[in-house]
């Protein structure tokens, strides 16, 4: 049994180096090992490609206008900046701000409520929703067969050119896998190439002790939903976390966003209700409201400075991954649209 097990695991192990050599999947040595079973859809690079086109395609949405980058940039760490709450066919509003995508691989949970626990079927939940895409899977499917690019994709991609919603929404997974930002001045301090500032050294002690337990390094998320005491918005009224267990304990509760690229990804929390990082230290500070549900880490507040918050975003700013975000081969697929 034992022997049988070894040997199991030895597989699985071996078949995620070759996903490494090949170049498809990055771990980088300080992350933890991926949540995300790979097994169940082994990437590739034609498959890889194939979601790529399709998340910027707005042949998703109900009416040919909203693709998942309309919501998601590459150039802002896969989400929207122009405005706090997401937009969507017939310039619908929705109910909250887009979460940055990035190292999803090591997430067990998706959407600020956890509403969806595989990768593999998240992106149903914006090709449905009445104010994001305004359409299904099916009209999906039937306008990806009739296109001359997509047929001839899903053979590069499956080994036959059959288009179905299952392959649709694996091959956006396999895309989106590939989205890992692990090379900020942080990450090259944490491997010995670079050094931080004396500010920035300040800012990330001051991390450690007030903004660790939630944000934890190295994916700067611990993945959990947690109450932050944000004053409820009267129009919006969201639940958070609540909406999908039903459970009054989980009231005001939203999953914790990764801080990595935080400088690029504003404006911040669910509902996009600050522009500066400043306003958000300040909010922790003094503008948190006690409840029930409210944090545990933050029942005692996080009183800085002045001097300390400049120092503390001094550090935040470490967490800037150039080169994930200006990475061409998850920018805009003209290449693959000019075919």
Known sequence: MKKSFLLAASAILLLSFVWIQEGLFHKPANFPDPVYNFTENRLKQETIDLGRALFYDPILSNTNTISCASCHSSYTAFTHVDHALSHGIFDSIGTRNSPALMNLAWQKSFMWDGAINNLDMQSLAPISHPAEMGSSIDSVVFRLKKTTLYPHMFYQAFGDS???????????????????????????????????????????????????????????????????????????????????????????????????????????????????????????????????????????????SSEQRVDLIAFLLTLTDKDFLFETKYAYPNEIYSR
Not at 177 to 195: F, M, P
Not at 229 to 243: E, F, H, I, N, W
Not at 289 to 296: I, K, N, Q
């Open 162 to 304: 059959e288009i179905t919603g299952e392959r649709c929404l694996k091959a956006i997974a396999q895309f989106v896998l590939t989205l890992v930002s692990a090379n900020s001045t942080y990450d090259k301090v944490k491997r010995g190439e670079t050094a931080f500032t004396e500010q920035e050294e300040k800012g990330y002690y001051l991390f450690q002790q007030h903004c660790n337990s939630c944000h934890t390094e190295p994916l700067f998320t611990n993945g959990e939903f947690e109450n932050n005491g944000l004053p409820v918005d009267s129009r919006l009224r969201d639940p958070g976390r609540a909406k999908i267990t039903q459970n009054p304990s989980d009231s005001f509760k939203f999953k914790v966003p990764t801080l990595r690229n935080i400088e690029f990804s504003y404006p911040y929390m669910h509902d996009g209700r600050f522009k500066r990082l400043s306003d958000v230290l300040k909010h922790y500070g003094s503008g948190k409201l006690s409840s029930p549900t409210l944090s545990v880490h933050l029942i005692n507040g996080i009183s800085l």
